[in-house]
Structures are given as structure tokens and as C-alpha cells.
């Protein structure tokens, strides 16, 4: 079955730094999706790339789908206490779009 | 998402009782979904259906059932519950395929 791997499992960064996390998948993708969770929260849709070598900003995250359509990452700039959470990539698990397949996640944490 | 309601929010209960977890909704979706999340393991896909006459298993079925009461309407019960099913739940819905789930707030189980 479809396998979605996510790295790291956790960070740990001081607000103001970087912070990336990728996913990475053994087949190729017709899309991928992210989701942020914050602590005690319920997973939130952030964004959907679709096209190989996308690449989609929000403010401080830049999302990007990789030329093969097998990986891609999310980085945010300059991080601040409010991008605290867990942050998963989600993938069409059957090339149906009939259900996704969840990444086990990366948990960050940003601390003053 | 207050779209998306899950009850109960928490639920402590023994092993061997039956249980069933609730989720409605008001976004018209015809697509519902139940998840388990646990620690590392990212969102695993339980039961999904696509309307009240389509019910289909996920990855971690076992020791689980669902019922499609309407379109608004899907729940998920354990008829025997044991502690390794302790979890969070999710129930989420979307529009169709290549399109955002949302998600309820979830419910916290936990089995004595």
C-alpha cells in the first residue's frame, strides 16, 4: 500500500529561525495535501499542490512539490510561537481520490 | 471546524463495553471519513463513506463498524472495547475527490 514517509519527527527551534519538514512518498503522486494541527486541535487544510515543481506561498510557508511527484516540503521563515503544532502531508492513497494516506507527522516547537 | 461535530468529546469506559462515537454535519458533504490518531502515528483511516449506501473499510477496521444514518450523519462504534483502542478520534468531510477534509474537534477515548 501506499507509504507516506515525514521528517523530521520533531524540531525544536528558537523563534525567528527556519524550519522545514518533508515528505516523501514510494510512488508518484497525482497530488499531496498539508494540514497543520495545533495542540489539543483538530487537523486544519493548509494548502494542495497539484502540478510537478509547484511551488505555493502563504506569508512565511512556501510549499513545494517536487519534479517527480514523489516529495514534497513545507518551510516556513522566520518562525513564530503561533506556527506551534504538528504539520502533516496527506496523499491520495489509491489515485482514485477516493481517501487520503497520512503522514505520521512533524511536531514543532518554538520557544522564545 | 464547527461544521463538523463530534460527541462525545471525551469518554472513559471499560473493556468489553460497547461505545459509539458520533459526527454530524452541516456542509452538505456527501463524503465522510473516520480517523484514529495515536502518539507518532499520524491519522489512520478507519471507515469512509460516500453516501448512506456506501460504507468502506479503511486500513485499521478491525474491532470496529459504522453506520451511515444520513447524509449528515455517520457513526462509528466499538462493540467490544479493549485498551488498545484508546485514541483520538477524528471524523472529517469533504466535497469529493482532490478537495480539503475538515475535520471535527474529536473525541478523546479512553479504555480501562
Known amino acids: 500500500g501506499q507509504q507516506v514517509m515525514q521528517i523530521p519527527q520533531y524540531q525544536h527551534v528558537q523563534e525567528g529561525e527556519d524550519f522545514t519538514t518533508y515528505c516523501n512518498s514510494s510512488?508518484?503522486?497525482?497530488?499531496i495535501q498539508w494540514y497543520k494541527q495545533r495542540p489539543g486541535g483538530h487537523p486544519v487544510f493548509l494548502i494542495q499542490?497539484?502540478?510537478?515543481?509547484e511551488v505555493k506561498k502563504q506569508k512565511r510557508l512556501t510549499f513545494q512539490f517536487g519534479e517527480a511527484k514523489k516529495n514534497s516540503s513545507l518551510h516556513i521563515t522566520a518562525t513564530q510561537t503561533t506556527d506551534v503544532g504538528t504539520y502533516f502531508c496527506?496523499?491520495?492513497?489509491?489515485?482514485?481520490?477516493?481517501?487520503?494516506?497520512f503522514g505520521t507527522g512533524t511536531r514543532l516547537q518554538v520557544t522564545l | 471546524d464547527a461544521d463538523v461535530t463530534q460527541t462525545p468529546r471525551n469518554r472513559i469506559t471499560k473493556t468489553g463495553k460497547r461505545i459509539m462515537l458520533e459526527c454530524s454535519q452541516t456542509?452538505?458533504?456527501?463524503?465522510m471519513y473516520w480517523y484514529r490518531q495515536d502518539p507518532g502515528l499520524g491519522l489512520r483511516l478507519i471507515y469512509y463513506?460516500?453516501?448512506?449506501?456506501?460504507?468502506n473499510k479503511g486500513e485499521i477496521s478491525d474491532g470496529y463498524s459504522v453506520s451511515r444514518q444520513a447524509q449528515a450523519k455517520f457513526s462509528l462504534s466499538l462493540e467490544s472495547a479493549i485498551p488498545n483502542q484508546t485514541a483520538l478520534y477524528f471524523c472529517?468531510?469533504?466535497?469529493?475527490?482532490?478537495?480539503?477534509?475538515?475535520f471535527g474537534d474529536g473525541t478523546r477515548l479512553s479504555i480501562l
Open positions: 456542509k452538505g458533504h456527501d463524503r
Open positions: 510512488t508518484t503522486l497525482s497530488n
Open positions: 499542490l497539484v502540478k510537478s515543481g
Open positions: 496527506a496523499v491520495d492513497s489509491t489515485g482514485t481520490a477516493s481517501k487520503l494516506t
Open positions: 472529517a468531510t469533504t466535497e469529493g475527490s482532490n478537495q480539503p477534509q475538515h
Open positions: 463513506s460516500f453516501d448512506v449506501k456506501d460504507i
